[in-house]
T-cell receptor, first 112, second 116 residues
Framework: GQQLNQSPQSMFIQEGEDVSMNCTSS?????WLWYKQDPGEGPVLLIA?????ELTSNGRLTAQFGITRKDSFLNISASIPSDVGIYFC????????????FGTGTRLTIIP | GAVVSQHPSWVICKSGTSVKIECRSL??????MFWYRQFPKQSLMLMAT?????????EQGVEKDKFLINHASLTLSTLTVTSAHPEDSSFYIC????????????FGQGTRLTVV
């Protein structure tokens, strides 16, 4: 099945640093979603984007829906230990009960 | 937020046996649920779309006779891995959406299947 390309694949940062990751697709999506997955758990929704060019924040997280509808990025400011995990972007073509296409994931590790 | 529950959280079975995994939407009705499979250090790959009252729609390459999906009610979908083999060992995750303006899908906590 199709996957979205996420970069970087992994990040090793120190606590307090800012984080930036992005997601690109060869096809357009009408909704972009960002999820975080902890080990052995299902993904948890962080931010949802519904409009091209939209910039949305959720606490220390900020995400943008690319103007071409083929990309999105997620920023995390002032990282803390609980930010450790795997971040996935997901694209959805239609609203509601429409399947998601997931990105390859970015694994975030915080170095003590 | 909406809650989706999976059961069991983990299961170990012998090769050749069948295993059933349940996915329930606890506080909303879901006409559509999705089943994903995730191998270690990999992303979620959609296996099938489960539709209440009708046959599931399987993604290319997913064997419908091996992964039986039943969506008998608006709050329950089941995935049965038939004649399981070690290569079926994986993390299986379901998701559901309330629909009606809700665009976000809510995920269950996942089921770790180990076939020995």
């Amino acid at each position: 099945g199709q996957q979205l390309n996420q970069s970087p694949q992994s990040m090793f940062i120190q606590e307090g640093e800012d984080v930036s990751m992005n997601c690109t697709s060869s096809s357009i999506f009408n909704t972009w979603l960002w999820y975080k997955q902890d080990p052995g758990e299902g993904p948890v929704l962080l931010i949802a984007l519904y409009k091209a060019g939209e910039l949305t924040s959720n606490g220390r997280l900020t995400a943008q829906f690319g103007i071409t509808r083929k990309d999105s990025f997620l920023n995390i400011s002032a990282s803390i230990p609980s930010d450790v995990g795997i971040y996935f972007c997901a694209g959805q073509y239609n609203f509601g009960n429409e399947k998601l296409t997931f990105g390859t994931g970015t694994r975030l590790t915080i170095i003590p | 937020g909406a809650v989706v529950s999976q059961h069991p959280s983990w299961v170990i079975c012998k090769s050749g046996t069948s295993v059933k995994i349940e996915c329930r939407s606890l506080d909303f009705q879901a006409t559509t649920m999705f089943w994903y499979r995730q191998f270690p250090k990999q992303s979620l790959m959609l296996m099938a779309t489960s539709n209440e009252g009708s046959k599931a729609t399987y993604e290319q390459g997913v064997e419908k006779d091996k992964f039986l999906i039943n969506h008998a009610s608006l709050t329950l979908s089941t995935l049965t891995v038939t004649s399981a083999h070690p290569e079926d060992s994986s993390f299986y995750i379901c998701s559901a959406s309330p629909g009606r303006g809700f665009t976000e899908a809510f995920f269950g906590q996942g089921t770790r299947l180990t076939v020995v």
